[in-house]
C-alpha cells in the first residue's frame, strides 16, 4: 500500500505561482509513475501532468503546457507541481496519484489507471 498526502494549495490571484507538493509513504519504493489530477465542481477529473522512472519522462495536458512543471525527488518520492501563470480555470481540488508499474503515453493522464490517491488540496484563482 501507498499513502499520498499533498499540500501548498491556497488562494491565489490570476498571473500568480503556486507549488504543491505530495509526500509518499507506505510501499513508496514500489512507485514508478506518479501524476497530478484535478477536479472543478460538476467536472470530471482530468489529468494535469505525469512522470515516470526511466528517464523522468514527463507528460502534461495541454491546457497547463508551458505554465506547469511536473517534478519528482527519488530521494523521498516526494512529487511537486510549480504553477505559474495561474488562470481562474485552474481552480479546483488538486489529487495526487500514483502507481507501481510504468505506463506509457496517453493513459498516464488517465485516473483509470492509478490505484493510489491522496484527499486532494484546493488551489482557487481568483480574478
Known amino acids: 500500500q501507498v499513502q499520498l498526502v499533498e499540500s501548498g494549495g491556497g488562494s491565489v490571484q490570476a498571473g500568480g505561482s503556486r507549488r504543491l507538493s505530495c509526500a509518499a509513504s507506505g510501499s513508496s519504493y514500489s512507485i514508478s509513475c506518479m501524476a497530478w489530477f484535478r477536479q472543478a465542481p460538476g467536472k470530471e477529473r482530468e489529468g494535469v501532468a505525469a512522470i515516470c522512472t526511466g528517464g523522468d519522462s514527463t507528460n502534461y495536458a495541454d491546457s497547463v503546457k508551458g505554465r506547469f512543471t511536473i517534478s519528482r525527488d527519488s530521494a523521498d518520492n516526494s512529487l511537486h507541481l510549480q504553477m505559474n501563470s495561474l488562470k481562474p480555470e485552474d481552480t479546483a481540488m488538486y489529487y495526487c496519484?500514483?502507481?507501481?508499474?510504468?505506463?506509457?503515453?496517453?493513459?498516464?493522464?488517465?485516473?483509470?489507471?492509478?490505484?493510489?490517491w491522496g484527499q486532494g488540496t484546493q488551489v482557487t484563482v481568483s480574478s
Open positions: 496519484a500514483a502507481r507501481s508499474t510504468r505506463i506509457g503515453g496517453s493513459s498516464r493522464l488517465s485516473p483509470y489507471w492509478y490505484p493510489y
